[in-house]
Nanobody
Framework: QVQLVESGGGLVRPGGSLKLSCVAS????????MAWYRQAPGEERELVAS???????FYDYSVKGRFTISRDNGKNSVNLQMNSLKPQDTAVYYC???????????????WGQGTQVTVSS
């Protein structure tokens, strides 16, 4: 089995910064793509950013220039540095690995449990 565990959420004032981290563990052979999604109350879950190997990361237009996604070299982990936070960034943020290649040769998608980010004065 595989687990994704997020950390780093919390309460921050508008204009502030937070860094989210996600670590994947378990019977993992390789993870090519990792991503961050978020879901605000009453809204659908939306893709915030994703990263695949050495390709340029993808960012939703609403966070481009403010958020930075990165992978830790050689580790199955992903970070999301969030700067210039706005109240509309308030949501539960989820780590996602859409295709985990496991040691048994199978592939499956996994989600973290979510971490709350609240931007408020």
């Amino acid at each position: 089995q595989v687990q994704l565990v997020e950390s780093g959420g919390g309460l921050v004032r508008p204009g502030g910064s937070l860094k989210l981290s996600c670590v994947a563990s378990g019977n993992i052979l390789r993870i090519d793509t990792m991503a961050w999604y978020r879901q605000a109350p009453g809204e659908e879950r939306e893709l915030v950013a994703s990263i695949t190997g050495s390709y340029p990361p993808f960012y939703d237009y609403s966070v481009k220039g403010r958020f930075t996604i990165s992978r830790d070299n050689g580790k199955n982990s992903v970070n999301l540095q969030m700067n210039s936070l706005k109240p509309q960034d308030t949501a539960v943020y989820y780590c996602n690995a859409p295709e985990v290649l496991m040691t048994n040769g199978r592939k499956s998608a996994y989600w973290g449990q979510g971490t709350q980010v609240t931007v408020s004065s």
